[in-house]
């Protein structure tokens, strides 16, 4: 089992920056996939990044955070990161982490591909 615990959300202004952690436990995640999902009031669950293990670590963006999010992994401190910068108001959401074991170079969006997940930290950016 895989525990996923995240921090560092919080109230934000737009045009301001916020650095989520995902801090795992009960296994190291160093052959686990990971993904970063939102899921804002009233809307599904989607995937705004992900990233595989692995050298050459692989990366997905949704288009609607290319060039203002970044995903990153610290295997060594079983912590995943997601760097959101020029955030907006459309960003407000519940941010949840998740994690699936995986094949070496692939990462996953979809949920149905994720086996354990965060309980969120909330994200709000005021206009």
């Known amino acids: 089992q895989v525990q996923l615990v995240e921090s560092g959300g919080g109230l934000v202004q737009t045009g301001g920056s916020l650095r989520l952690s995902c801090a795992a436990s009960?296994?190291?995640?160093?052959?686990?996939?990971m993904g970063w999902f939102r899921q804002a009031p009233g809307k599904e669950r989607e995937c705004v990044s992900a990233?595989?293990?692995?050298?050459?670590?692989?990366?997905y963006y949704a288009d609607s955070v290319k060039g203002r999010f970044t995903i990153s992994r610290d295997n060594a401190k079983n912590t995943v990161y997601l760097q959101m910068n020029s955030l907006k108001p459309e960003d407000t959401a519940v941010y949840y982490c998740?994690?699936?074991?995986?094949?070496?170079?692939?990462?996953?969006?979809?949920?149905?591909?994720?086996?354990?997940w965060g309980q969120g930290t909330q994200v709000t950016v005021s206009s």
């Open positions: 998740a994690a699936t074991r995986a094949y070496s170079g692939r990462y996953y969006y979809r949920i149905n591909d994720y086996d354990y």
């Open positions: 990233i595989s293990w692995g050298g050459g670590e692989r990366t």
């Open positions: 009960g296994r190291t995640i160093g052959s686990y996939a």
